[in-house]
């Protein structure tokens, strides 16, 4: 009985680009993508708290708002 497949490693040698390494690639790139959006994401987060931040500590200070 034989139980060698078609679709074995040694088969498919040399046959176009490897699937995990182009995996690797999508997975590498969409990582890099979504840290990017990240912080991004996060310094409109922060410039957002930034200001909050500076309007309440302006308002407790006893100065009232700015206008």
Known sequence: MNTS???T???SA???VDQRFLWRV???AG???LAVKLFR???GLFWTVFGLAFGLVWM???RGFPW
């Open 5 to 7: 497949h078609a679709h």
């Open 9 to 11: 490693e040694s088969t």
């Open 14 to 16: 040399g046959h176009g």
């Open 26 to 28: 999508l997975l590498a």
């Open 31 to 33: 990582g890099i993508y």
């Open 41 to 43: 994401g996060l310094g």
């Open 60 to 62: 407790l200070n006893g």
